[in-house]
């Protein structure tokens, strides 16, 4: 897949094609329903399949005291788009200069002019356009367009809105479900208190690269991807209120990894399932026990999972 970052960098002539447009946060089951109608389309009329989405939420210009926290990182959602099937994606830079864009200028001057859509396709609550004046209807109304009905899973609606619920809450499985794959948390590895290697469980803490949706505190079973490859994990989230002073950190005891330096490398975590809540331990002794119990059962979702 190639991608394209801004308009004005698109090489002109492009061929015609057929586009879905959307902010794609999680690149959830809906997301993915128009991304595949897009390309399925693009290949029954023999031409080019074109994602254009943006380089942060609208709402982060347009109503930054509202805008949710990320749900992907962008090099994630990319790699989910082109899993999909696009051949291009087009990353916009949403602006205060671009939000002012009305829908009859981006339709005519950038999807019809400069992206060459000769067919969109959106979801059922798209819009777009200054003051999201162009909706899914209006759009129908001056260029072929497929509109996607809205997807459930399990008697739910799939929405960004409730994936950050439920990764707020401590449901990953829950959310997996509706994303289609794991929730994943991209981070970069920093020194910590080395309290783990202390008691003899070396982790490794890791700090978002992005403001994503943090999991509530707990203890979780996840699959680690590090550049020495991809491992179990159980991982710890929150204040660790057995240590005094810890302070709150996600820390991650990969299985079997080994023994290398991680500071400043990059660590992806992919939550498979929620252990249990946070604990008080009134002994290291009591809490070096239940670690071993955390980094066992993990292995033991983990395994289970990978059967499935």
């Known amino acids: ?68 926290k990320t749900i992907l990182g962008q090099n994630a959602k990319l790699a989910k788009i082109a899993a999909l099937g696009i051949d291009l994606t087009l990353i916009v830079t949403f602006d205060k200069l671009f939000s002012q864009i009305s829908a009859q200028d981006f339709l005519d001057n950038e999807l019809r002019s400069r992206i060459c859509a000769k067919k969109v396709v959106v979801g059922h609550d798209f819009a777009l356009g200054k003051d999201r004046a162009g909706t899914a209807a209006w759009l129908s109304d001056r260029i072929p367009t497929e509109i996607l009905p809205p997807v459930e899973q399990r008697g739910r609606r799939v929405s960004s809105t409730e994936i950050r619920k439920d990764i707020a809450e401590g449901r990953v499985a829950e959310a997996a479900g509706l994303l289609g794959g794991p929730y994943e948390l991209a981070g970069i590895v920093a020194k910590g208190q080395q309290l783990g290697r202390k008691l003899g469980i070396p982790t490794a803490n890791i700090v978002p690269i992005i403001d994503q949706v943090i999991p509530k505190d707990g203890i979780y079973a996840c699959f680690a991807t590090a550049p020495h490859g991809r491992f179990q994990a159980a991982v710890s989230i929150g204040t660790r209120p057995a240590i005094e002073g810890a302070g709150f950190a996600i820390e991650a005891h990969l299985q079997d990894f080994p023994d290398r330096d991680l500071y400043g490398r990059s660590l992806s975590l992919e939550f498979v399932a929620r252990l249990r809540d946070e604990l008080w331990f009134d002994s290291h002794e009591k809490l070096v026990a239940q670690i071993r119990l955390d980094i066992e059962n993990a292995k033991e979702t983990l395994e289970e999972r990978s059967k499935t």
């Open 1 to 68: 897949m190639q991608t394209v970052f801004g308009l004005e960098t698109l090489s002109p002539g492009l061929a015609e094609s057929t586009v879905c447009i959307g902010v794609f946060d999680g690149v959830h089951l809906g997301h993915q329903s128009v991304i595949r109608a897009a390309c399925e389309d693009a290949r029954a009329n023999s031409r080019p399949a074109i994602a254009v989405t943006f380089d942060r939420n609208p709402l982060a210009v347009l109503r930054p005291e509202r805008c949710p």
